[in-house]
């Protein structure tokens, strides 16, 4: 199935023989089916060959239900490890996986690939990408630490044909800091979203609902959430908080279980799990939150937006761009719990016609800057100028 708005050009990856052959390597097995699966499914589509390499979770046969798509599972691959023998097995693997397969051409996701997977690239000769989407932990990390991971983008990104950013935030940064030199960026609005699978639903919620999406980390402003819920409930008790997302052992920014049966306990928000489908749960909200410091270009708001939501979220890295002020949403600072339930309060105050008025206009923004049609073809452009072909007429 090609992705929705996006068109098909068989010829695209076709023209050359062999068929071409294209890695994504990611942290997780999850983090590809989860943000890449519609440019695997467009790639597929043009019967380029494709393999995912990330340490095998639950999702590893979901990817393999895409057409084309062969999982390698990598075993020496740890989030969490400093340990310099335990990277140096994750090099060395990656190092293997590339020889052996000989792709034409590696794309990178997430700091550990982005790293180690760049410097593999460049020992087996494998042309590659790379794709910052947000500092993650480094963003909040100590100065030190936030040091060595520049260090190594620095060194590793040498290597690499072209660097993606979700943001020009971070695209500044990189640059502010020398790890990159501008004629090697390229800053990309998101991964794309498919607006005809995320749509507006009608909403039959008779209560105010405040959605937060998304692993349960410090950083994505979980515990701002719920300080606010507790706010909002002493002024509007029938307002209701749901949390949509799982915990992170491998995240050292993950909350413990214990605080979020805390939580529970007291009555302030609502644990809804995890899901493999997040639009029931998006369809049921009045607003989507993320009080997050810190993103690339965080993905439940898009997909909240797509399906005619408001958005609240603050003036941080990735979640800035997706808020016009008071058009669709509210935007307050970060790490701020009070600035937060204000904002809130202000959407509980709106009328009804005025909160429609601006899910319209986050639905309208969504197709416009960060759907499938527009974001795809970026990409597939990108990759067909490293691959060296020529520019095909639709």
Request: proline share 5%; charged share 25%.
């Amino acid at each position: 199935m090609i992705p929705h708005g996006v068109s098909s050009e068989r010829s695209f990856f076709m023209a050359e023989k062999p068929l071409r052959k294209i890695a994504f390597v990611a942290n997780t097995a999850w983090n590809l089916w989860n943000f890449r699966r519609s440019l695997l499914e467009s790639l597929a589509n043009e019967g380029v060959e494709l393999l995912c390499l990330a340490p095998e979770d639950d999702f590893k046969e979901k990817l393999a239900e895409i057409k084309s798509v062969r999982f390698i599972a990598l075993k020496h691959f740890s989030r969490k490890s400093l340990s310099l023998l335990g990277n140096l097995r994750t090099l060395a693997e990656l190092v293997r996986q590339l020889r052996r397969e000989k792709p034409d051409l590696a794309i990178f996701y997430t700091v550990k690939p982005n790293t180690f997977g760049s410097i593999a690239a460049y020992l087996t000769n494998t042309p590659a990408i790379a794709t910052v989407e947000g500092l993650g932990y480094a963003a909040t990390a100590s100065p030190f630490f936030r040091q060595i991971i520049f260090w190594l983008y620095r060194f590793a990104f040498r290597f690499v044909k072209k660097v993606v950013f979700l943001n020009h935030d971070d695209q500044a940064e990189f640059l502010h800091h020398r790890i990159v030199p501008l004629h090697k960026t390229l800053v990309i609005k998101g991964t794309g979203v498919d607006t005809a699978h995320f749509y507006p639903e009608e909403n039959t919620e008779q209560e105010p609902v405040m959605l937060f999406i998304g692993r349960l980390l410090s950083d994505k402003g979980i515990r701002e959430f719920v300080r606010a819920a507790g706010t909002i409930k002493e002024i509007v008790p029938k307002t209701r908080f749901q949390i949509l997302g799982s915990l992170d052992s491998g995240n050292p920014a993950s909350i413990e279980p214990d605080e979020l049966l805390h939580w529970i306990e007291n009555q302030h928000v609502e644990y809804l799990g995890q899901t493999n489908d997040v639009r029931p749960f998006i369809a049921r909200a009045s607003v989507v939150v993320l009080p997050s410091y810190r993103e690339g270009m965080p993905r439940a708001l898009l997909e909240g937006m797509a399906m005619g939501k408001p958005i609240i979220t603050t003036d941080s890295v990735g979640c800035r761009e997706t808020v016009d002020e008071g058009k669709n949403g509210f935007i307050v600072p970060s790490e701020n719990a009070e600035a937060l339930a204000d904002a809130m309060l202000r959407f509980l105050k709106l009328s009804s016609a005025q909160q429609r008025a601006m899910g319209h206009y986050s639905r309208q923004k969504a197709a416009a800057e960060f759907s499938n049609s527009v974001v795809l073809p970026q990409y597939l452009q990108l990759i067909r100028e490293a691959l060296h072909l020529p520019n095909k007429s639709r």
